[in-house]
């Protein structure tokens, strides 16, 4: 009797044991998935909603919790600092990536935000390895999480950009990119001196060769697409190759002038092919299955290939995201069967929005224009050499920030301040621009609202230039056909921010939200560090749903 009661207690001790341990396993997801769409606006979750399934964006919507009125909160907003400040918690003011590519006043040349000379390729071209998240000078939630489980839990991020991948998986995370030569996924000797075998499993599938030796069509009938402007018309950019931009498209017969494999990054196909490679990634790494949360960092870089090139009313990106919402589903899918529904944690934002075809706009009327730097350059080195005497006083101008030729002042004894404020006074005279505001005024004030306050968070005292300037809303630095995107009004600021799945209830606010919330929330729900630059705050209304 003894026995069998003391084998009966060491049974019900395993048990409560067992049951322990699977109670505070599940105090944490098992994966959390960041999903990052390169250049979406908010009002996409609305304006196709009538054919999204119920199983993509509308189930982000209805079963996770969104903040309706997120933006950036700073200028430029570009892809390399969006997908820095979605993942550091803070703007470029702090974590250093202040553009995709910047101008250095020390070595006299731009460099890339996520370049590294001392880094080689990995699989792929050399021309497309030399990449890193040194130039970032901040840990991501990423890191964190890492740094959490003494590096137990794994980050990765994918993206067909570099910068989409390498950014979000930190300093401590495995990043994976698309080579355009080659049409696969590669990495650098940052990361690995090999490439993992799942990786070239991956690539022996040679999937960017079966969608690109197919053809572009829309998903339904074309005279459906009620949400979009005529198809072809003259404001959108057509493939070389191509005199128009009307469906469908021929890839296997556009390749050859428009980027070889690079093709795919401007159709919906390359989203599927990052689905592809997030599933393989998923089986790969074994992640969310090895008794930690793991971090799957996913950029979309498709939008802004199609985003740029045909605008944000076209046929082409309504049928992008259609698409787009028919892979998510099959992912969250995925998901529910890999983990477990309410097991895992997903949060989907964007790393920037898009303004509206200038020339488009100017069609409907609405005040506009393109931005003439060229002109503007020749002019304001003209205005300099009178007035300071002559030399090339303007050494860059990009991101729309003219750097000052210092060396020139300091030997014609000239004061910088005084030709920051001269240029300034100058520039105010030209059409399109708003406001200008000079090194001098970030450093010596500190802005609370408006636009000066959006520049001064994207003011770096090292890396940012002498002359920050503002245009009119609508007003775009270019001349091309199709569009872009880099200013602080709402068509570029203005970004989805959901979080759906684990310890998230459903719901909505329209309280304004910044798109550094998404790391300090991710933080105080996973229980790790604060990345150590961060400056937004959790958002209280998904953190206050649970007891952290």
């Known amino acids: 009797m003894k026995n069998l009661l003391l084998a009966l207690f060491s049974f019900l001790t395993l048990d409560t044991i067992a049951t322990a341990q699977v109670s505070s396993e599940s105090n944490k997801p098992k994966i959390v998935v960041g999903i990052v769409v390169d250049q979406m606006r908010q009002e996409y979750f609305y304006k196709f909603q009538e054919r999204y399934t119920e199983g993509g964006f509308k189930r982000l919507m209805n079963e996770g919790f969104m903040m309706t009125n997120a933006h950036y909160n700073y200028i430029p907003t570009y892809t390399g600092p969006g997908h820095a400040s979605v993942y550091t918690g803070t703007t470029p003011a702090t974590h250093g990536i202040i553009a995709n590519d910047w101008y250095v006043r020390s070595l006299g040349r731009t460099i890339y935000c996520a370049g590294d000379s001392t ?103 074309i005279d459906t697409y009620v949400q979009s402007i005529e198809d ?204 200008v505001y000079t090194a001098a005024d970030m450093r010596r004030n500190e802005y609370v609202k408006g636009k000066s306050s959006l520049l001064q968070m994207g003011y770096n005292h090292k890396a940012s230039g002498d002359l920050l300037l503002i245009l009119e809303p609508a007003w775009l630095s270019s001349s091309f056909r199709g569009t872009t995107h880099g200013t602080g009004y709402t068509y570029d600021t203005h970004v989805p921010v959901v979080m759906m799945g684990w310890n998230v209830k459903s719901g909505k606010s329209a309280r304004y939200t910044t798109i550094t919330d998404i790391a300090p929330t991710l933080a105080i729900m996973l229980g790790t560090r604060l990345p150590n630059g961060a400056s937004g705050q959790p958002i209280l209304e998904i953190v206050n749903q649970k007891s952290y």
């Open 119 to 221: 880094v080689s390729a990995v699989g792929g071209t050399e021309g497309n390895g030399k990449i890193s998240p040194r130039n970032m000078k901040s840990t991501t939630i990423s890191d964190e999480l890492r740094f959490a489980t003494n590096k137990r839990s794994k980050s990765v991020g994918i993206a067909i950009k570099d910068r989409g991948a390498a950014l979000p998986a930190g300093h401590l995370g495995d990043a994976y990119w698309f080579d355009s030569k080659k049409g696969e996924f590669m990495t650098s000797t940052y990361y690995y001196e090999e490439l993992p075998a799942w990786v070239k499993a991956f690539n022996e599938k040679k999937l960017a060769d079966e969608y690109l030796s197919g053809t572009w069509e829309t998903l339904f009938p």
């Open 232 to 435: 072809d018309n003259d404001f959108e950019g057509p493939f070389i190759g191509k005199d128009n931009t009307a469906f469908p498209y021929d890839l296997k017969a556009l390749m050859e002038d428009n980027g070889e494999y690079g093709l795919i990054s401007t159709t919906p196909f390359g989203n599927t092919m990052t689905l592809e490679m997030a599933y393989a990634a998923i089986e790969g790494e074994q992640l969310g299955k090895r008794g930690e949360t793991d971090l799957l960092a996913i950029s979309f870089s498709s939008p802004d290939y199609i985003g740029h090139r045909f605008g944000p009313s076209s046929v082409e990106l309504e049928d992008n995201y259609l698409r787009l919402d028919r892979d998510l589903e099959k992912f969250f899918d995925f998901l529910d069967n890999e983990y477990g529904a309410g097991e895992y944690l997903v949060f989907l934002t964007a790393d920037h929005a898009v303004a509206d075809i200038v020339n488009y706009m100017q069609s409907e009327n609405v005040p506009s224009g393109n931005f003439n730097t060229r002109f503007v350059l020749t002019q304001m080195r003209g205005f300099t050499s009178q007035m300071f005497g002559e030399g090339n006083w303007i050494v860059n101008y990009s991101n729309e920030q003219v750097f000052i030729n210092h060396d020139l002042a300091k030997e014609k004894g000239v004061k910088v301040e005084d030709v920051q404020r001269a240029l300034a006074d100058f520039l105010l005279g030209f059409d399109g621009v708003k406001e």
